[in-house]
């Protein structure tokens, strides 16, 4: 069964202004005078040392245009558009029309546009609010910390057939012994009736546990064990699951492991182990937020290999995709948080508050 999901990553040639107005989201709107920017990509660009918050706590607009994959528009497949990270406020436009919106500048969002796009040259427009809300965390109270704004983490549009794996969860509950046990979560995106293929692989594309099930419904559990080595400080072995179904594929990576606290510390794979850590936070100078993959990847292992740490705490919020991908790659342990800071709000806040967990 041949792969159908296609990833188009729509990173350059935006277009940028300072200035939000509602005429900006039509896709007949001007922007040429807009200043060209490519994702990542922070609002305001800021002094070293002695600066003002609110220096980029505003309204701003992005503007992309582009093209899909002829499938994304013949009736059999959907477009579905990713924001790793868009800070903090997000109202997004195709082709004029309103799509979706996200509170919070930490967390990825998806928005299904098939029914907004057309087959050619298509349109997106982002109002961005970089300002600290207090209807959605880390805001409400103080914060500690600076947030600033921008679209700082990368977009991708995926093409999907109708019914496509829409998350896979993976868990490994018994780590000892030879054989190790993985259980895993698909979902798909509406109720699937067919074969399911699972493959298990090692870093060098070996395979290591093959399986087929069939599937009636709209999730299915995989529990399974076969031979596997673990993840470890020293030796961070990892393995990769696929999925395959009819029409799509999708994978997680992932690593045999326990890790538990107990009274008399932590321990990983039921080895006592020392924690020497530090908190982490994701700015840089000038541009706050938005730098990318070589930068996150310099920090995790600026962590390990420079400062000895074996554990990093995320603070206060999910950090890049790629820096948790490297310390999971080179054995550093990761302790990360919700986007907030001690302070619990209550209604929108908490939904909000929720929704980001």
Same mark, same amino acid.
């Given at each position: ?20 107005? !509602? ?16 994702? #990542? ?6 002094? *070293? ?6 220096? *980029? ?6 503007? %992309? ?8 528009? +013949?009736?059999?497949? %959907? ?12 109202? /997004? ?14 967390? #990825? ?18 109002? =961005? ?8 965390? !880390?805001? $409400? ?19 999907? !057939? ?7 969860? /993976? ?45 009636? $419904?709209?999730?299915?559990?995989? +529990? ?5 080595? =673990? ?5 961070? /072995? ?16 992932? $690593? ?6 107990? %009274? ?16 982490? @936070? ?16 310099? +920090?995790?292992?600026?962590? %390990?290999?420079? =400062? $000895? ?8 919020? #999910?950090?890049?995709? @790629? ?10 342990? /990761? ?23």
């Amino acid at each position: 069964m041949p792969d159908m999901r296609q990833i188009t990553d729509i990173n350059f040639d935006w277009r940028f202004s300072e200035h939000f107005s !509602p005429e900006q989201v039509s896709p007949d709107f001007d922007d040429s005078d807009f200043a060209a920017v490519d994702i #990542p990509h922070t609002v305001k660009e800021i002094p *070293y040392n002695y600066f003002d918050e609110k220096d *980029y706590q505003f309204v701003s607009c992005y503007r %992309k245009r582009f093209t899909l994959p002829a499938e994304a528009t +013949d009736g059999a497949h %959907k477009a579905i558009m990713r924001f790793e990270g868009a800070a903090n406020y997000a109202r /997004v436009y195709i082709n004029g029309e309103f799509c979706c919106e996200h509170k919070d500048g930490y967390t #990825p969002f998806e928005a299904d546009i098939t029914d907004l796009i057309t087959d050619g040259e298509n349109v997106i427009a982002v109002e =961005l609010d970089s300002a600290e809300r207090p209807d959605m965390p !880390p805001f $409400g109270n103080v914060v500690d910390y600076l947030v600033y704004g921008g679209i700082y983490r990368e977009v991708s549009i995926k093409t999907v !057939p109708l019914t496509y794996i829409d998350d896979i969860f /993976v868990r490994t509950p018994c780590v000892s012994g030879e054989k190790k046990r993985l259980v895993a979560d698909v979902t798909f995106s509406q109720p699937y009736r067919g074969v399911l293929k699972a493959k298990v692989t090692d870093s060098n594309g070996n395979a290591v546990a093959e399986r087929s099930a069939e599937v009636d $419904g709209s999730v299915i559990r995989l +529990d399974w064990a076969f031979p596997a080595k =673990l993840w470890d400080l020293d030796s961070p /072995v990892l393995y990769t699951l696929t999925i395959e179904i009819d029409g799509d594929e999708d994978s997680r990576r992932f $690593g045999f492991r326990s890790a538990e606290f107990r %009274k008399d510390g932590f321990y990983l794979n039921g080895r006592h182990v020392k924690l020497r850590g530090l908190n982490r @936070h994701q700015s840089y100078p000038y541009v706050g937020n938005a730098m990318p993959k070589s930068a996150q990847t310099a +920090d995790a292992k600026l962590l %390990k290999y420079e =400062l $000895g740490c074996n554990i990093v705490r995320t603070s206060h919020y #999910p950090d890049s995709p @790629h820096f948790l991908d490297c310390c999971d790659e080179i054995g550093l342990l /990761v302790f990360t948080e919700m986007p907030s800071w001690q302070h619990l709000g209550e209604g929108e806040w908490r939904e909000t508050c929720l929704n980001n967990i």
